[in-house]
T-cell receptor, first 112, second 115 residues
Framework: DAKTTQPPSMDCAEGRAANLPCNHS???????VYWYRQIHSQGPQYIIHGLKNNETNEMASLIITEDRKSSTLILPHATLRDTAVYYC?????????????FGGGTRVLVKP | NAGVTQTPKFRVLKTGQSMTLLCAQD?????MYWYRQDPGMGLRLIHY???????AKGEVPDGYNVSRLKKQNFLLGLESAAPSQTSVYFCASTTRQGASNYGYTFGSGTRLTVV
């Protein structure tokens, strides 16, 4: 699976959009980009994923560059409950046991 | 629909003791995983299973054994606990058909302390 690079931490103002970058310059054509978050002491929570096209769901939007070497997770209106560690993961689907490999993630602090 | 349930939620062991962590899922998922998370770090894969009766090693398998006798259950065993195994353990599951359409579902974790 391709390696990802994320900033270790970032702050965001409540009510503003939070833009979380992720670099995955060695991503392969069949690897998906997944985003998870982990709120303190809880199990990770799936947010969104994509292959090539931009994706949006009720939680967030995922913007993937045309060359697929980087992506941005957007939380449109950050709330205090969005304070968490956010993990960007790239992975092939069914191959190799469908495993997820977690890096260090970005620690996001939403401030009032 | 409970999702992924882990038992126990907390446990303190003495060095050398053994125990089994239980993970149960009610979503009929084929794939199940055990991760550990040490303070300030990301999750690391211990063992995983792609179906009933099959298991495989992950990134940090030493000191652990697993079994998947029933599709809905994935057991993680510590035969002789060591202080280095003090950690938070997370179980997760996902479906084969949903590999590219669904994420993992994680349990709430088991906090294990080995003294």
């Amino acid at each position: 699976d391709a390696k990802t690079t994320q900033p270790p931490s970032m702050d965001c103002a409540e009510g503003r959009a939070a833009n979380l970058p992720c670099n995955h310059s060695t991503i392969s054509g069949n690897e998906y980009v997944y985003w998870y978050r982990q709120i303190h002491s809880q199990g990770p929570q799936y947010i969104i994923h994509g292959l090539k096209n931009n994706e949006t769901n009720e939680m967030a939007s995922l913007i993937i560059t045309e060359d697929r070497k980087s992506s941005t997770l957007i939380l449109p209106h950050a709330t205090l409950r969005d304070t968490a560690v956010y993990y960007c993961i790239v992975r092939v689907g069914l191959a190799a046991g469908n495993k997820l490999t977690f890096g260090g993630g970005t620690r996001v602090l939403v401030k009032p | 629909n409970a999702g992924v349930t882990q038992t126990p939620k907390f446990r303190v062991l003495k060095t050398g003791q053994s125990m089994t962590l239980l993970c149960a899922q009610d979503m009929n998922h084929e794939y199940m995983y055990w991760y550990r998370q040490d303070p300030g770090m990301g999750l690391r894969l211990i063992h995983y299973s792609v179906g009933e009766g099959t298991t495989a090693k992950g990134e940090v398998p030493d000191g652990y054994n697993v079994s998947r006798l029933k599709k809905q259950n994935f057991l993680l065993g510590l035969e002789s606990a060591a202080p280095s195994q003090t950690s938070v353990y997370f179980c997760a599951s996902t479906t084969r058909q949903g590999a590219s359409n669904y994420g993992y579902t994680f349990g709430s974790g088991t906090r294990l302390t080995v003294v």
